[in-house]
Each structure stands twice: as structure tokens, then as C-alpha cells.
């Protein structure tokens, strides 16, 4: 028995493991959390601990398949890769060269070799119709954080170990850990800023999981209105005078805009939208401003609202004004081995064109995912690759992509199951999961409280027929005639961030002679966020650019409509419930993650919405949107605030009989009461409408 060192790549924590290998099978026989690691130290959960239960999961792909009729046939990589080829050829004969699109999913993020490979590829052959996950998470940010900072790359991250007082919105850390933050066990970061006598606040429609006596408290706010909260919170302290003037004069430029705006939107204004009193507001406003160094932070609770742009936008805003962005226990830039916010800047700082869906623009090269179906409708997609993603199960509107994708000419998918969107693939690629390929976490650049790098080998090598989604993709260009990655003698899928390394005077090579192939970088310095992230030639904060102007109008409107609502005695409102018992829609296959209470995706309500409708627990309901229906059974939830209803995402795996055990436990897709199509997304960021959806709810 052997132990090798590696990484969870499930999500952003990226938890050391040590892999216990049998030498003579060559099979993984446990995973341990790495206690020697210098950063976690021996931190991890339970989803990276039970994942060689997917390694070995019997219903994995495993080989190249090809329709034949409603079933799928085994075949050579040899064949697949030349008829995957000679489809593309055709549709570009027949259609032009934007007839095939491309689709990658949120895996990919976590896959070093393998996100940079499909780019690659996409670009190799001209793909102009991208699409990803990022528009179902975080595009928000990364559109925000390009107006305001000149970069797309540039997230000030809370300086968790000196932040007296720690503002958190829309998250919950305790089951999701703390997207756009790696971290190693968040919760004791929570509890540290208590126990040294700091406070931290929770905003959210749930009194969550992460909130307790020791690390911290939750203000219940209506669903996506956060909006409107941080507009208030600034406003009070420009109001009160508790801004740092001085700091203001330093690092932003375009201030008055910022005041005009807010002056809108002051607390007793708000109250009633956000559900939260004006005394509440300003005694929020207060602490923040006053606290030795305030950190804030919000994740997709917000980002998937209408207006998560403007919300980001006023996150960074409230921690500039204070006097807290750049500066120890505040928000800092963090560069790890590279400064990822020099090479995050925009081409264009007008990136909107026409299109015939209307004024459209890309993000981090996508498109809106919520456009994804109209774009194949049309016929501007005849064909469509995608990697590492399930769009007909994690987009908005599951009928009519199912209908879409049906009109596709051709599908080539790649990834480790056979999910739903795999089920109406013409050619199905098997790749390898984390513990077949090599990595370095190079998406931790810029996001790390304690920055460090580590470079994992292939913990064994590929079972059956599972190759890397580098080597496919150079494979699939070579049948093109493209210049492919396996052109050269001894491809290297990671020499360009091995050069990247050499930033921190590091290599790979010297990473491999490591304990742990990890290297421990400086602690974040708070000058560096203006001396190297801000990338605006006079190196300051936009704090009104053109971009959030676009969206100063709807702003109004749609507040127009929550004072209606809140008139009119405020309808149930939907949101994702988080669990930590699955990510997405991709480990519902893993007998360590069903539990009794995790079979399902119930509906949760809380006890007096209940009562109201004449329901009860167990209930069988349909639950009806503007944009679809679903059918639940629900469960009584006192963590909810009332005229608030919560489901988990990810589910609906009805019939897909290539996953047995998640077949079996199938749950309901919640995707199907999502609006889609035009309107349906933040215009400003491509980030589609995903919480906040009013519905309504009758007994079957």
C-alpha cells in the first residue's frame, strides 16, 4: 500500500487528501484527509472522502459510444474521434462555421488541463455561440468586477483572520463552504471572528446552518432584495458621515453618481421592501462602518437574483466607502502564484452587440445560458459540444431544452456519467474523474485567505477507456486537421501554467519534491489590491461606470414592484435550498450521499405558510410559476422566513435508467419553474433569474 498526496477537485476548498493505493491492483483503496498539509490540515468532508465511490461506479462512462437507434453502441476512440470529425466538417459545409456551439459546465473550473483544452478547441475552429455554467452562478461577478476594477479577475476576499466584523449575504458556508473564497473549514474561521470579540452577520431568507451563538447571527431579508439593503447601508453611512473621506479620495474616482443613486433608497424607503426595519438597517449601517475592519461577502443567493450586478457592485462599493477595501481586516486582493487581475481585462469597454434576441453580450467569453434553447430554435446551432456539464437539468426550462436538443444535427458529450443531457448525445466520451489526471489548483488564483499551490500527479492511471478532456480535444482536432496538443512528442497539458509558476519563482518539477506538492505563498499584503489589481489606467475604483448605469432604471422598477407586493400582502416567493449531500446534478449516483432525508427534494415551508393554505406535511402540492409546474411533497421548515418556499436544485433524474440508484430516487427538477428565454436573465451580466421566483402552491 501507497499513499499519494493529491486534492479534492469537487468544490472550491479544494481539500488535501492522501490516496491509499493497493501497488499490485493499482486501485485506490480509501481517501484520507492529509493531516501534514500545511494549510488544511486534515480538513475535509464527507463528499471528497466517499468519492472513489464514483471512481468505481459501475454506471460510469467508461468507453466512446455512439447512437444507434434510442440505444448507445461501444466504439473506438479511433472512430469516434474521425465521424465526430467529419459531422463537424459537413455542418460547416452545409451551415458555415458557427453551426457547431459549445457548452462547458461547472466541473470544468476545477480541471486545469481540461478548461484550457476546450477553449482551445473552440477557438481552433471558430466557435462563435459559448455557453456555460457561469451564467447559472457567478457571471454577475466577474461583468461587476470588470466595470468597476478594469479586470474581470479582481474578488476582494475577506481578511477572515483580522475582520472584527464579517457581512455575509446570500451564502451559507457551513454547507456550501464559501464560493469565490478557498478556504480550508470556513466555520472555524466564523467562530474565530467571535470568539475574539468581532460580530458576524448573515443576511438571508433562512436562519441558515452556518448561523449559531458562536459564529453568528441572521437577519432574515425578503428574497432578492439585497439590492436594495446595500443600497441603504450605504446611503446611512454617507448620510451619517461614518464614510472615510480621505480613503474615498485616495483610491475612487466617480464618487457623486454613487451618492446620487443610493440617496434613493434610504432606510425607512427600503424597510418594507426588504423586510427588515429602519432602525434595523441603520444599526447595520452603523456597526459596519465603525467596526476596526469590516469584511464583506456574498455568494449565489444573491448572484442569482435579478439584479446580482448591481448588488456586487454595491458590495465592493460599501467596503471601499468605509475605508475597509485594501486595508487589513477588510476585503483584500490575494494573488497566489499569479496575479490573474492583469490578465482579466476587457477587450472593450462597450462589450454589447445586437443579435436577433436583442441586445446581447458575453461574459468570460458566454453567452446567457438562458438563451442557449432559442439559439438551436433558430437554427443558429445545428451542432453543440459539451464538456463536464447537464444544461437540460441545470438551466431554466427543462421541456424545451429537451425539445431543443432533440433538434440538434449532432451532440458530442463529454463526461464522467451518463446524466440527462448525455442521454440524447449522438457520441458520448468518457472522461476521467480527478484521481485519473494531473492539476495544479490553479483556480485559486486570487481567491485565497492562505494563498498556496498544489500540483497533484495522476493518483492511478485511467480505467477502461477513460482519457483526460485534453488528450479528447487534441484527439477531435487532429481529426480535423488542426493543430493539436498531440502534435508534439511529449505533450504537456500544463506547461502554461507551469510557466506561470516561475511568477513565484516555482515549477512543477519543484513542487513534485514537496510534502504534499504544495507550496506555501505570502499572506496576502492589502497595498497589492491597488498597486496590482485595480487595472484602470489611473489605478482607481470606477464607482459608477457606464455599465451600472445601464441598470439604474430597472433597479427603480423592479422596487416599484416589491413596494406593490409588500402592499398587497407579498406573494411566496421561491429560493435553492443548499445541501451538503450533493453538488448540482452530478453526484446523485453515490450511495454514501443518500440518506433517509436526502432521497428527495421535498418542498420546504414554513408551519404558518402552511396553515394559511390549508396544508400539511407530506402534502403532495403542485407548485406553479409564470414559467412552469412541478409536483412536490412538503415539508414544514421554521427556518424559512415566512411567505418564503425553498428546493433543492439538481434533482429530476425520472427515467434515466443508466444511473440506477439516482433513477430510483429521481427527485423533481425545480429548473421547470425558472423563467428562460429573453428577459429571463441580468442583462448587464448574462446571470439567469434563479431565486426570487413568485409562486403559488394547491394540494394534488
Given at each position: 500500500?501507497?499513499?499519494?498526496?493529491?486534492?479534492?477537485?469537487?468544490?472550491?476548498?479544494?481539500?488535501?487528501?492522501?490516496?491509499?493505493?493497493?501497488?499490485?491492483?493499482?486501485?485506490?483503496?480509501?481517501?484520507?484527509?492529509?493531516?501534514?498539509?500545511?494549510?488544511?490540515?486534515?480538513?475535509?468532508?464527507?463528499?471528497?472522502?466517499?468519492?472513489?465511490e464514483?471512481?468505481?461506479?459501475?454506471?460510469?462512462?467508461?468507453?466512446p459510444?455512439?447512437?444507434?437507434?434510442?440505444?448507445?453502441?461501444r466504439?473506438?476512440?479511433?472512430?469516434?474521434?474521425?465521424?465526430?470529425?467529419?459531422?463537424?466538417?459537413?455542418?460547416?459545409?452545409?451551415?458555415?462555421?458557427?453551426?457547431?456551439?459549445?457548452?462547458?459546465?461547472n466541473?470544468?473550473?476545477?480541471?486545469?488541463?481540461?478548461?484550457?483544452?476546450?477553449?482551445?478547441?473552440?477557438?481552433?475552429?471558430?466557435?462563435k455561440?459559448?455557453?456555460?455554467?457561469?451564467?447559472?452562478?457567478?457571471?454577475?461577478?466577474?461583468a461587476?468586477?470588470?466595470?468597476?476594477?478594469?479586470?474581470?479577475?479582481?474578488?476582494?476576499?475577506?481578511?477572515?483572520?483580522?475582520?472584527?466584523?464579517?457581512?455575509?449575504?446570500?451564502?451559507?458556508?457551513?454547507?456550501?463552504h464559501?464560493?469565490?473564497?478557498?478556504?480550508?473549514?470556513?466555520?472555524?474561521?466564523?467562530?474565530?471572528?467571535?470568539?475574539?470579540?468581532?460580530?458576524?452577520?448573515?443576511?438571508?431568507?433562512?436562519?441558515?446552518?452556518?448561523?449559531?451563538?458562536?459564529?453568528?447571527?441572521?437577519?432574515q431579508?425578503?428574497?432578492d432584495?439585497?439590492?436594495?439593503?446595500?443600497?441603504?447601508?450605504?446611503?446611512?453611512?454617507?448620510?451619517?458621515?461614518?464614510?472615510?473621506q480621505?480613503?474615498?479620495?485616495?483610491?475612487?474616482?466617480?464618487?457623486?453618481?454613487?451618492?446620487?443613486?443610493?440617496?434613493?433608497?434610504?432606510?425607512?424607503r427600503?424597510?418594507?421592501?426588504?423586510?427588515?426595519?429602519?432602525?434595523?438597517?441603520?444599526?447595520?449601517?452603523?456597526?459596519?462602518?465603525?467596526a476596526?475592519?469590516?469584511?464583506?461577502?456574498?455568494?449565489?443567493?444573491?448572484?442569482?437574483?435579478?439584479?446580482?450586478?448591481?448588488?456586487?457592485?454595491?458590495?465592493?462599493?460599501?467596503?471601499?466607502?468605509?475605508?475597509?477595501?485594501?486595508?487589513?481586516?477588510?476585503?483584500?486582493?490575494?494573488?497566489?502564484?499569479?496575479?490573474?487581475?492583469?490578465?482579466?481585462?476587457?477587450?472593450?469597454?462597450?462589450?454589447?452587440?445586437?443579435?436577433?434576441?436583442?441586445?446581447?453580450?458575453?461574459?468570460?467569453?458566454?453567452?446567457?445560458?438562458?438563451?442557449?434553447?432559442?439559439?438551436?430554435?433558430?437554427?443558429?446551432?445545428?451542432?453543440?459540444?459539451?464538456?463536464?456539464?447537464?444544461?437540460?437539468?441545470?438551466?431554466?426550462?427543462?421541456?424545451?431544452?429537451?425539445?431543443?436538443?432533440?433538434?440538434?444535427?449532432?451532440?458530442?458529450?463529454?463526461?464522467?456519467?451518463?446524466?440527462?443531457?448525455?442521454?440524447?448525445?449522438?457520441?458520448?466520451?468518457?472522461?476521467?474523474?480527478?484521481?485519473?489526471?494531473?492539476?495544479?489548483?490553479?483556480?485559486?488564483?486570487?481567491?485565497?485567505?492562505?494563498?498556496?499551490?498544489?500540483?497533484?500527479?495522476?493518483?492511478?492511471?485511467?480505467?477502461?477507456?477513460?482519457?483526460?478532456?485534453?488528450?479528447?480535444?487534441?484527439?477531435?482536432?487532429?481529426?480535423?486537421?488542426l493543430?493539436?496538443?498531440?502534435?508534439?512528442?511529449?505533450?504537456?497539458?500544463?506547461?502554461?501554467?507551469?510557466?506561470?509558476?516561475?511568477?513565484?519563482?516555482?515549477?512543477?518539477?519543484?513542487?513534485?519534491?514537496?510534502?504534499?506538492?504544495?507550496?506555501?505563498?505570502?499572506?496576502?499584503?492589502?497595498?497589492?489590491?491597488?498597486?496590482?489589481?485595480?487595472?484602470?489606467?489611473?489605478?482607481?475604483?470606477?464607482?459608477?461606470?457606464?455599465?451600472?448605469?445601464?441598470?439604474?432604471?430597472?433597479?427603480?422598477?423592479?422596487?416599484?414592484?416589491?413596494?406593490?407586493?409588500?402592499?398587497?400582502?407579498?406573494?411566496?416567493?421561491?429560493?435553492?435550498?443548499?445541501?451538503?449531500?450533493?453538488?448540482?446534478?452530478?453526484?446523485?449516483?453515490?450511495?454514501?450521499?443518500?440518506?433517509?432525508?436526502?432521497?428527495?427534494?421535498?418542498?420546504?415551508?414554513?408551519?404558518r405558510?402552511?396553515?394559511?393554505?390549508?396544508?400539511?406535511?407530506?402534502?403532495?402540492?403542485?407548485?406553479?410559476?409564470?414559467?412552469?409546474?412541478?409536483?412536490?411533497?412538503?415539508?414544514?421548515?421554521?427556518?424559512?422566513?415566512?411567505?418564503?418556499?425553498?428546493?433543492?436544485?439538481?434533482?429530476?433524474?425520472?427515467?434515466?435508467?443508466?444511473?440506477?440508484?439516482?433513477?430510483?430516487?429521481?427527485?423533481?427538477?425545480?429548473?421547470?419553474?425558472?423563467?428562460?428565454?429573453?428577459?429571463?436573465?441580468?442583462?448587464?451580466?448574462?446571470?439567469?433569474?434563479?431565486?426570487?421566483?413568485?409562486?403559488?402552491?394547491?394540494?394534488?
Amino acid at each position: 500500500m501507497k499513499s499519494v498526496p493529491t486534492y479534492c477537485r469537487i468544490c472550491e476548498p479544494q481539500c488535501a487528501l492522501i490516496a491509499q493505493v493497493d501497488e499490485t491492483s493499482q486501485q485506490v483503496v480509501r481517501l484520507l484527509p492529509d493531516k501534514n498539509h500545511p494549510v488544511h490540515k486534515g480538513f475535509a468532508c464527507h463528499k471528497g472522502l466517499n468519492f472513489v465511490e464514483l471512481h468505481n461506479d459501475a454506471d460510469r462512462n467508461n468507453y466512446p459510444q455512439r447512437r444507434r437507434d434510442d440505444a448507445f453502441e461501444r466504439i473506438s476512440w479511433d472512430t469516434a474521434s474521425t465521424e465526430i470529425a467529419q459531422r463537424i466538417t459537413r455542418l460547416s459545409e452545409q451551415y458555415g462555421a458557427d453551426a457547431l456551439g459549445f457548452y462547458v459546465g461547472n466541473p470544468s473550473a476545477f480541471n486545469s488541463s481540461g478548461r484550457d483544452a476546450a477553449r482551445k478547441f473552440a477557438r481552433s475552429l471558430g466557435v462563435k455561440y459559448f455557453f456555460s455554467s457561469g451564467t447559472q452562478d457567478c457571471s454577475n461577478k466577474f461583468a461587476a468586477s470588470e466595470a468597476v476594477y478594469g479586470t474581470a479577475n479582481l474578488h476582494p476576499i475577506p481578511d477572515f483572520k483580522h475582520t472584527s466584523f464579517f457581512l455575509s449575504l446570500g451564502s451559507n458556508p457551513k454547507i456550501s463552504h464559501v464560493s469565490f473564497v478557498h478556504m480550508t473549514n470556513p466555520m472555524a474561521a466564523l467562530r474565530g471572528i467571535v470568539a475574539r470579540g468581532g460580530r458576524v452577520v448573515h443576511v438571508n431568507p433562512r436562519r441558515i446552518e452556518s448561523a449559531g451563538p458562536q459564529s453568528g447571527e441572521v437577519l432574515q431579508v425578503k428574497p432578492d432584495t439585497d439590492v436594495y439593503l446595500l443600497a441603504a447601508l450605504i446611503h446611512e453611512i454617507h448620510h451619517a458621515g461614518w464614510h472615510d473621506q480621505d480613503w474615498i479620495d485616495r483610491h475612487a474616482a466617480n464618487i457623486e453618481p454613487l451618492w446620487a443613486f443610493v440617496s434613493r433608497y434610504d432606510a425607512e424607503r427600503v424597510a418594507d421592501a426588504v423586510g427588515l426595519s429602519a432602525a434595523q438597517i441603520r444599526g447595520l449601517a452603523e456597526a459596519f462602518a465603525k467596526a476596526e475592519g469590516a469584511s464583506v461577502h456574498m455568494s449565489t443567493g444573491v448572484n442569482m437574483g435579478r439584479q446580482g450586478t448591481l448588488a456586487y457592485w454595491l458590495l465592493q462599493m460599501l467596503s471601499l466607502v468605509t475605508g475597509n477595501l485594501g486595508r487589513r481586516g477588510g476585503n483584500l486582493y490575494s494573488p497566489g502564484y499569479f496575479p490573474a487581475a492583469t490578465v482579466g481585462k476587457p477587450k472593450s469597454y462597450d462589450p454589447f452587440f445586437s443579435s436577433r434576441f436583442g441586445e446581447v453580450r458575453t461574459i468570460a467569453g458566454s453567452l446567457p445560458g438562458n438563451l442557449l434553447a432559442e439559439h438551436i430554435e433558430a437554427g443558429l446551432i445545428k451542432g453543440l459540444v459539451c464538456m463536464s456539464g447537464n444544461p437540460i437539468l441545470s438551466m431554466a426550462g427543462e421541456p424545451r431544452l429537451q425539445a431543443a436538443f432533440a433538434k440538434l444535427e449532432l451532440l458530442v458529450v463529454v463526461d464522467i456519467y451518463p446524466n440527462a443531457t448525455a442521454l440524447q448525445a449522438d457520441y458520448l466520451l468518457p472522461a476521467t474523474d480527478w484521481l485519473e489526471r494531473a492539476d495544479i489548483n490553479s483556480v485559486s488564483l486570487g481567491f485565497q485567505p492562505e494563498p498556496y499551490v498544489q500540483f497533484t500527479e495522476a493518483v492511478v492511471p485511467a480505467k477502461f477507456e477513460r482519457q483526460p478532456e485534453w488528450w479528447i480535444f487534441a484527439r477531435l482536432l487532429q481529426a480535423l486537421g488542426l493543430a493539436s496538443q498531440l502534435d508534439a512528442a511529449d505533450p504537456d497539458p500544463l506547461a502554461r501554467l507551469d510557466r506561470q509558476l516561475q511568477h513565484s519563482s516555482l515549477s512543477l518539477a519543484q513542487l513534485r519534491s514537496q510534502p504534499s506538492h504544495t507550496a506555501l505563498l505570502p499572506e496576502p499584503d492589502p497595498a497589492l489590491l491597488f498597486n496590482t489589481g485595480v487595472q484602470h489606467a489611473d489605478g482607481r475604483v470606477d464607482c459608477f461606470p457606464p455599465l451600472i448605469s445601464r441598470g439604474t432604471d430597472s433597479c427603480e422598477d423592479q422596487f416599484q414592484e416589491l413596494l406593490r407586493e409588500a402592499g398587497n400582502g407579498n406573494p411566496l416567493k421561491l429560493i435553492s435550498l443548499r445541501t451538503n449531500y450533493m453538488v448540482n446534478s452530478w453526484l446523485h449516483n453515490l450511495p454514501s450521499l443518500k440518506r433517509k432525508h436526502t432521497l428527495d427534494n421535498p418542498l420546504h415551508i414554513h408551519p404558518r405558510d402552511m396553515q394559511a393554505l390549508a396544508l400539511q406535511a407530506d402534502d403532495e402540492v403542485m407548485v406553479k410559476s409564470a414559467h412552469g409546474q412541478v409536483v412536490a411533497n412538503l415539508v414544514a421548515d421554521e427556518s424559512l422566513r415566512p411567505g418564503v418556499v425553498a428546493m433543492t436544485h439538481g434533482w429530476g433524474h425520472a427515467g434515466n435508467h443508466r444511473l440506477q440508484l439516482a433513477s430510483n430516487h429521481p427527485g423533481t427538477n425545480v429548473n421547470s419553474l425558472l423563467p428562460s428565454g429573453p428577459g429571463s436573465y441580468d442583462p448587464l451580466s448574462n446571470m439567469s433569474h434563479m431565486t426570487g421566483i413568485k409562486v403559488e402552491l394547491s394540494a394534488v
